[in-house]
C-alpha cells in the first residue's frame, strides 16, 4: 500500500503470472490448518509457501 501525494491510500496489486490465483486457493484448500504465504518481490508474487499443522490429541491412541 502507498500513500498519494494528496494523503490517501491507494492500493497496488501485485502482477499475477496465469493462474497464481488458482494455486492460492488450491494451496489454502489442502490444508486444514496451517498457513499459506505469498511472498512478492518488486510488485509480483514469487512464491507460494505453506506450513501445515497436525494437531494431536494426547488421549486418543
Known amino acids: 500500500m502507498t500513500i498519494s501525494s494528496s494523503g490517501a491510500l491507494a492500493t497496488h496489486r501485485p502482477k499475477a ?20 504465504v505469498v511472498v ?5 508474487v ?6 501445515e499443522k497436525h494437531r494431536i490429541n494426547p488421549n486418543s491412541q
Open 40 to 44: 512478492i518481490q518488486d510488485g509480483a
Open 17 to 36: 503470472s496465469p493462474g497464481i490465483e488458482q494455486r492460492i486457493s488450491e494451496a489454502i484448500s489442502k490444508i486444514r490448518y496451517g498457513t499459506v
Open 46 to 51: 514469487v512464491q507460494i509457501e505453506t506450513t
